[in-house]
Structure formats: structure tokens, C-alpha cells
């Protein structure tokens, strides 16, 4: 049997990559940089107990009390395990994930839901970029941007951006023909159908794909530490490594508390506004 | 100049349509165009105009291509061939931001299932076409509140559609077109999703706002007593072509094919057939002037036993019966201004049979239509609204 060297070729790729675009590279590696260690900054700035407050009043607006109440105590709990600073570094990677995703994922899909022609091609590369086992990221993503949180926002970013991409296009799908034709009979230009109709009736949809993102990118929490990234991933990797169940218990509960205070929030969003 | 012209429009959904037009022309069917080419005849060589201020229905079973033809109108579907001319502009040559604005200034639709936003409050939806076109947020209120009240919902400006009855929410579809001012309303099987009482009371609404607003209204339906009631003039479409245009009582009367006819055997005629079309000529009557003993010789001629009595315009007075008549020669008093009876039913002539019946039943005599000037048009006999109800008076009426 042939046997297609196929892990060659993309070997050469990426080396043609990183040769040729370097600066590129560095470029993004910076912006990224600055925006996870500034949101860490903000997060670390901010002190504990305001912080819990903050998100447990956030929970309480859009999610009710029990959720508000479980934010509280989920939060508080976090702190005491003294996971607080590891926690903060998880929720800036996290963050900037999601907005990263966001920012290239609703265009998209916007896209996608006007276009049959890509519609077809998109589906595949976000099976595949869904699919893939996660770990399989992290190889090109240190050739490109070393170790680090930066490597480890990239990854996280290809494994968590398909969901709101599709979510985008099938909530925009979904908006009634009818009220498309209402809004075009009215003399709406396509931007004006864009933002006055299709986007804020797919939004609950839309909202759907962010909590889906976020909960991705939780997801790659562990998985990213492993080449640096820090934050609650490195916790639970210590305590894998070191084999103290103990801390490794400790971490990926904090990952589980803090995944499901940001569902509560996200999901309830999307609620909110149906 | 007509406010709405439309002239040998076609739409055929295929790959190729323009090449379909040819054999569409040649008459081959639509049935046959789908089995050999695979292509759809929505609309063929449809043709009319619409007056400004005219209530024009366009009735058709489902599939007969009248939801694509009122869409070609302002563009939602792009025909394949012909004109559409907006006073006189023909907007399917036109470029996109003239469409627009015409979208935007000249016609407004209304949507079979409502086609609300949502998302947003009901005064926002009725001012949401006045927000496309730019208007500042106070106009927008201003008129919207207007509309709003128009249409009899004024105290749910706040409330969101779904928590809003059916028949409420094509209200506020009905507001969000007038709001714009635009001339045209193209209404879309407008009251179709809506139950019987409601779409009655809708029906009624509309027709006594169109005294009121004198829009060009251009109307769809599949339900020919809504088209028969609200229609000045209604075009009947079978399979994407336009079989006949006329007056609801120009259709009952004279079916232009045996789908037509077949189409309105089951309409009540009673609701639809005016005076006018079930009269008599009212070739025996008699002039004050002529005096007593000219009416009974004509009573005579025409063996009946009672006359109307017109004055030279022809403008009716009264009737006197043979036995009076007869009486007052007998005893050589000839005046017939005291055997007059004044007391005679008349009818305008776009009465409804509908009213005419109770009428006819009460009257000793026979109704006289008379104009607005009572002059006399024609005479209604009991036999003859009998007739006009099974739809078999003949024609000389």
C-alpha cells in the first residue's frame, strides 16, 4: 500500500509558515499578549470580594437569585481553595477567546447564512476544527507563538469558534420570510435588514453560540496548559503530574464552578430576550 | 394616467426563464412547460391597471400565481418579462435606489401572517417604515400614534405582538402601512389567517377607512365572497394567467369561461346582484299631464291594474290604480292628482337583492328604482327579484 506522506507535507507548511511570515506572526502574538494581560490585570486588579460581588449581582440580574445566591457561594469557594489568582488568569484567557471567536465568528456566519456557495465549504472545515482532537493545535501553535498563554488563546480560539459560527448562520436562517419581506417592502436597504431585523431576531440563537463558545473554551482549559497558558489549567496539570488528587480535584472543580456560572449568565441572556 | 399600470408581466421560476417566454407565447400550458422544461409559470402576461382611490381584488385558489403577481408589483420577486408602471414609472427597469425609494414613499404591504417584528413594541412596529426612511424619532412617533388610533388600537403602544390577538396584530400590520403615507396598499391574503368574525369586522374596518383614506388599495384573496364584498373591480387569476377583470356584478353576470362560472354557482347572489341589474324597463307609465282616461287605456292595453305616474322629467309622483281611474269617469271628475296614491317604495339602483326582499314583501305594488333625483330608472316585480336571487332574470333590464 501507497503510503501518502501526508504528515510531511504539512511538516513543510509549516516550516514555509513560520519562515515566511514571521513578522506576521509576531504581530498577532503581541496583540494577543496585551489583551489577555490586560484583562488579567483587570481581573487581578479588581479586589476578590468586589469581584465576586460584581458577578453574583450580574447572575442575580439576568439568571434570578438561586443563580445569583449559587454565584456567590461558588465564587467564594474558588477563593478559599486560594485558586483566586489562577482562576482570574483562566477567566482573561477565556475571555479573550470568546471575543476573538466572536469578532471573526458573527461576520462569518453572517456570511455563511447569505451565501450557499460557502455555506458548503464552511461546513466542513468547522467539522474539522470541531473534530480534531484539541491536543493536535498545540503543536503549530507553539511553532508559531512559542509557549505561553498565547499559544493556548489560539488553540482555544479554532477548537471554540465553530458553534458560533454555525449558530450565527442558522439564526439568521431562521428569521421568518415573511418579515424579511416586510422589512424589504418597506424600502429597507440590506444593512438596515441586517441590523434592524435578522440580527436581533437571531440573537437569542446568536447567544446560544456564545454560551456554547465560552463553554468550549473552558474545555480547553486543561489541554492549553500543557504548553504553558497557566491559570487553573496549570493546577489541575500539577496535579496530575505530581499525582496530588487533592489539588487536582480542587482545580478541575474551580473549571467546573466557574464554567457553570458562565453558562447561567450566557444562557440566560439568550432567554431574556426570546 | 392610471395610479397602478401592469402590463404583460411574466415570472417563470427555472434556471432559464427567458428562454420559456417564447412557448409561454406560442401557448403552450403551464403543466406542459413543467413536465419538458422543469420550469415553474407563476405569472403569465398578467395585465391591468388600477385607478387612485380603487379597491382592486385579486382572486385565485392557491397556486394560481396571485401571491407572486402582487410581489412582482413592488419587487419582492423579480419578473421575468413585462412593465410595472408606479404613476407612470416603470419600476422594473429601475435601479436599486429608486426602488427603494418608491418602496418606501409609494407602497406600503400588508402580510398574510401579520409579518411583525418580534422583538420590538407595537408602536415601534408601526413606525418601523418611517424608520427606514430616516424620520426622526418624533415624527416617527407622531405618525405612528395616528396610525395606531386609525386602526382602533390606541393603549397598546407598549405591549409586545405575541401578547396581541390575531386579528390585533393585522391591525398593527394594517397601521405600520398607513403610517407611511404611502398611496398604494398591497395586501397580501390579508385577513386570511384570521377567523370568520374577525376577518368580517376586519373587512368592514377597511372599507370604512377607504371612504375615509381613498388609497389604492390592490387586494388578494382565495375567498370570493371577501373579493365580491370589498372589490370595486376583482381579477380572477387561474394558473398564473388573469382569466377575467371586472365588477364583482359583471363577473356573476356574464362568466368569461365555465371556471369562472363554476367558480361563483355557490355565491349568494342576494349579497351581490343590486337593483339595477334585476329592473324592468319601465316602459308603461304615465304622465301627470295626460290625464286620467291616457292611464286607463294604457292599464288596458297592458292588462295590468295599476300605473306610476311620472311629471314630464320623468321624475316620479305616485300610482293610481284602474279601479279608482275607472271610478272618476264614471262620474266625470277627472282629476288625477286626488286618485293619486304618493305613498310608493323606492330603491336606489345599487341596492342589494338582500335588501330588497323584505321590501318587495311589504309593498302592495311593485318598488320603482329611481336615481338621486327621483327620477324613474326602472321597476322591481317580486317575480323579478326572485329571479335575480337564482341568477336567471333575462336581459332587458
Known sequence: MVRIPLGDYVEIFIDWLTDNFAGFFEGIKNALEATINGFEWVFSTIPFILMVLIFAAIAWKVAGRQTGIFTGLGLWLIGSMELWNATMQTFALVSTATAIALIIGIPLGIWMSRSNTLDKILRPVLDFMQTMPAFVYLI?????????????????VIFAMPPVVRLTSLGIRQVPKEVIEASRSFGSTSSQLLYKVQIPLAMPTILAGLNQTILLSLSMVVISAMIGSGGLGDVVLKGITQ????????????????AMVLDRITQNLGQKRA | MSKVEVKNVYKIFGPTPQNILPLLEKGTTKNEIL???????????????????????????????????IRCLNRLIE???????????????????????????????????????????????VAFGLEIQGKNQEERKEKAQQALELVGLKGYEESMPTELSGGMQQRVGLARALATDADILLMDEAFSALDPLIRKEMQDELLSLQVKMQKTIIFITHDLDE????????????????????TPEEILENPANEYVREFVQ????ARVVTAAS????ADTLVSSKEGVRVAVRK??????????????????EGIITIDDATEQIKNRKENIEKILNRDVQTVSPDTLIEELIPMVLNSRYPLVVVDENRKVLGIIFKASVLAGIIGEEDSDG
Open chain 2, 79 to 125: 419578473p421575468t418579462a413585462g412593465q410595472v408602471l408606479i404613476d407612470g414609472q416603470d419600476i422594473v427597469g429601475c435601479d436599486k435606489n429608486t426602488l427603494i425609494e418608491i418602496r418606501r414613499k409609494k407602497m406600503a404591504m400588508v402580510f398574510q401572517n401579520f409579518a411583525l417584528l418580534p422583538h420590538r413594541t407595537i408602536i415601534d412596529n
Open chain 2, 299 to 316: 292599464m288596458k292595453e297592458e292588462s295590468i291594474s295599476s300605473i306610476f305616474v311620472v311629471n314630464k322629467e320623468r321624475q316620479l
Open chain 1, 243 to 258: 499525582m496530588r488528587i487533592g489539588l487536582g480535584f480542587e482545580g478541575g472543580l474551580a473549571v467546573v464552578i466557574l
Open chain 2, 35 to 69: 413536465k419538458k422544461t422543469g420550469h415553474s409559470v407563476g405569472v403569465n402576461n398578467a395585465s391591468f391597471s388600477v385607478e387612485q382611490g380603487e379597491m382592486f381584488v385579486v382572486m385565485g385558489l392557491s397556486g394560481s400565481g396571485k401571491s407572486t403577481l
Open chain 1, 140 to 156: 503549530p501553535a507553539v511553532y508559531f507563538f512559542d509557549l505561553g498563554p498565547v499559544p493556548g488563546a489560539v488553540a482555544t
Open chain 2, 278 to 281: 334585476i329592473m324592468k324597463r
Open chain 2, 227 to 246: 373579493a365580491l364584498k370589498i372589490g370595486d373591480r376583482i381579477a380572477i387569476m387561474k394558473d398564473g394567467v388573469i382569466v377575467q377583470i371586472g
Open chain 2, 266 to 269: 355557490d355565491v349568494n347572489r
